[in-house]
Each structure stands twice: as structure tokens, then as C-alpha cells.
């Protein structure tokens, strides 16, 4: 069974996300012997994943460097962290956020711990992926954006990309850094393939947000799909001379506050956006902060854009609206700027 990593780019290729994470355990596994892939159905017997994320690299580096579990998370976290204390880089798969509820105990309270308890004498390089999102009516207990739940406990790193060439070096950042991240994949983007191709081998430093788009009226910030969504309404806006800057974080923790105080000092204003429930999220910390460090100076009160304060809903209707979208952002955009 082939990987998609086999294969070598040429300029004009498309790459998706679901790709250019392969690509990254993949040369991340060849340059460092250490690295280690488990979860449930890894490995290529069982199809290289629930959605072919793995495949090819159990057939390449052998059945102890990718190795399929058990349905058991906590089982799954136990092992990887256990492995990473020995010496070794874990990339442990759960295979829903969701689920990782079932594992906190072993992520909160031994691998984001371990370092301070030691007294900095006991490492834990483990990453743990996890894919969510909402978008194909899984439901519930299925498509939960929880990164604040992680975001909130010391000691944890937690990385969230928008594009298959941050994905890659990214996770290639995760793999090599000596405290434990967590990798959010969404769910509807690992198949949407994009032109711009990772540079292998490179890395992309954890806690640097990227300024997508330049912009003096208004700063939009997000994550993950979000990211398109604001890109997209900045383009349609520009054409209103409405002029919108739209930084995407990539990293939740540690989170580039230089970056967003810069920009929204310029701007006067902000918008933060995301997909996972508005309240008590992400975005609150983030406006929080910058009403710290920049009230007097804001044009209008800083504003956020979230999932509604409920379950993901299984009815597609009710899941669409439940996600804000470009309606929502431009709406937004201007009512802070009296339009």
C-alpha cells in the first residue's frame, strides 16, 4: 500500500490537508527514529486510519513504529506517554475530540504535569492528534471544537491549522517540540485540496500567528475554517472600501498577543472567530486581553463570533446555523464600523 507521501510534488500540484499531515509523520519518522504513530485502525492492515491519514506508514517503518490499538483512549494516552517519558516522540491518535473526555485524567494530569512535578527533569514530547468539526451531521458527541478545555491547562500546547502548508509544518513543530501539543484537524477541510505546497522539511515555529491579509478598518481573528470564511469577506468587502485585516492564530497556546495588540492598535477594532461555543471560549481570553492592553485606544468594543451555547446539532439545518458563517462576519464587520 502506497503513501500519499511517495509521491513527489511538482510545481501546480494540489495538496490536501489529509496529505500534507502523512507527509510530515512521514519525513518526521525518516529523520528521527524515535518517532513513534498509535491509534485506533493506524496502521495499513486496518486502512492507515478512519480516514486514511496514516496509510502507507505502517508498510514503510513496520508494525512497532505504527502500531493499531485497542478502542481504548486511555489505554492510548497511558502508552504514549509512558513511551515519551522512555525517550521516545508518540504521535497518538484519538480519533474524535470528543473522545479525548474519556482520556483527560492521562492528558491533564500526567502528560501536562509531569514537567512541573519533576521539577523540569521529565519531559513528555507526545503529541496527540484529534480531528472534529461540524459540517457532515455526526452529531453531538462527535464534532465538538473543545481546544479551550486544553488551552486552559498549564502545560499543554495546542495547535489548530487552516491550510495543508501550515498542517505540515506544524505538526513537524509538534513532533519535535519536548512538552506535549495537541493537533486539531477539522474534519470538512482534510480533503479540500489547495495550491500552495508544504516545504519539506520546514518548520513552522508553535505560538506565531500568520497575517493573512493586511488591512487599516477592522482585524479579524480565527482559526481553522474560519480562516477562509474571514478571508472570503475581507475580499468581498474590499470592494466596499472596507479595508480588513485577517490574522489566522495557528497556535491557541501559546497564543501571539504581540501580533494581535499590533494589529488591532492599528485598526481600532476587532472581530474573533470561531467555530467551537461562543461562551466562556477562546475568544473571551483573546478580548479580554486586548481590552488590557489597548482600552482608550479601541474604536468600538471588541467583538466575537462562536457557536451557539449548545450541543452540535445532528440536523443539518440546525448545524449550519449553529457554526457562524460569512453572513454572520460581514454583519459583523459592519455593525462595528456603523454600517
Known sequence: MSSP??????????????????????????????????????????????????????????????????????????????????????????MLMNFTAVAMDMIVNHAAKLRFMSGGQTHVPLVIRTMTGAGASYGGQHADFLEAWFAHTAGLKVVIPSTPADAYGLMLSCIADDDPCIFVENLPSLRVAQTTLPERGKRIPLGKANVLRSGKDVTVISYSRQVHDAAA?????????????????????????????????????????HEAVKSFGVGAEIASRLNEELFGKLKSPVQRLGGAFCAVPFSKPLETAFVPGQADIEAAIRKMLGQ
Open 5 to 94: 507521501a511517495s509521491t513527489a510534488a511538482k510545481a501546480g500540484d494540489k495538496i490536501t490537508m489529509l496529505q500534507a499531515i502523512n507527509w510530515a509523520l512521514d519525513d518526521a519518522m525518516a529523520a528521527d527514529p524515535r518517532v513513534l504513530v498509535f491509534g485506533e485502525d493506524v496502521a495499513d492492515p486496518e486502512g492507515g486510519g478512519v480516514v486514511g491519514i496514516t496509510r502507507g506508514l505502517s508498510s514503510k517503518y513496520g508494525s512497532l513504529r505504527v502500531r493499531s490499538t485497542p478502542i481504548a483512549e486511555q489505554a492510548i494516552m497511558g502508552a504514549a506517554i509512558g513511551a515519551a517519558i522512555a525517550g521516545m516522540r508518540p504521535v497518538a491518535e484519538i
Open 233 to 273: 469577506v475581507a475580499d468581498k468587502l474590499a470592494a466596499h472600501n472596507i479595508s480588513v485585516e485577517v490574522i489566522d492564530l495557528r497556535s491557541i497556546a501559546p497564543l501571539d498577543m504581540p501580533t494581535l495588540i499590533e494589529s488591532v492598535g492599528r485598526t481600532g477594532r476587532a472581530l474573533i472567530v
